[in-house]
């Protein structure tokens, strides 16, 4: 069961096509695997033209945006079955995320940012200052200590992941801010893979992740 799901803003954002490409990927990958999420977004995508066509006729309000969101916490979801892309091949690799690498997990060519950590920058153009990558955790990797100087959005595609903010399990969402301090540690038996995505670097505390941190584009 997905526990963690795409916020508002950011669900809003994809509906209207405002999302920089590695957060939009991101999102196509967990609608994909979130029958709550594909729901709400028919919702999000036909309150945008609705908005669109008021905002034709008149100027819309400073609360406009809160008053749409909340009706799509209240409408009923659309039936997910309508909605549903299936995953090309091996469990859960998302098509949107296949169609970038053009394979599975298996035959990723990962690189070692450290013991216990490696990483895939994902073939895409980003918009400018956004990262995109998948991360492949060891069982029990405790990352880096970390800040953030902007967002960072984690999508989990096998394992799990726990922080201080809670546990994080395939198809979670995990949408990080400036104001998000955290260790994230990988608690399963099985490797942790995760796709992220930054609009700018982190702030790690460590001397050593500092170090390295031009080094991997982290």
């Known amino acids: 069961m997905i526990n963690h799901h795409l916020s508002d803003e950011i669900l809003w954002a994809y509906a209207t096509g405002s999302l920089p490409a590695g957060h939009a990927l991101l999102v196509s990958c967990h609608l994909e695997l979130c029958d709550g999420c594909k729901g709400r977004l028919a919702e999000a995508e036909a309150l945008a033209g609705a908005m669109l066509q008021t905002t034709e006729q008149q100027k819309p309000s400073d609360d406009m945006f809160d008053l749409l969101m909340a009706r799509v916490e209240d409408e009923p979801a659309v039936p997910a079955a309508a909605y549903i892309a299936e995953p090309k091949s091996e469990k859960c690799v998302p098509s949107a995320l296949w169609d970038v690498l053009g394979h599975g997990f298996n ?95 982190l702030e790690f505390k460590g001397f050593l992740p500092k170090l390295l941190q031009p080094l991997f584009r982290i």
Do not use: N
């Open 107 to 201: 035959d990723i060519k990962w690189k070692m940012v450290g013991p216990g950590i490696r990483q895939f920058i994902l073939p895409i153009k980003p918009s400018e200052g956004e990262s995109a990558r998948l991360l492949k955790l060891s069982p029990g990797f405790v990352t880096p200590e970390h800040s953030h100087h902007g967002s960072e959005m984690t999508l989990v595609l096998q394992g799990s992941f726990s922080d201080e903010t809670g546990r994080y399990k395939i198809g979670d969402v995990q949408e990080a801010d400036e104001h998000v301090h955290h260790q994230p540690v990988a608690d399963t038996e099985e490797d942790c893979i995760c796709l992220a995505v930054t609009d700018a670097p």
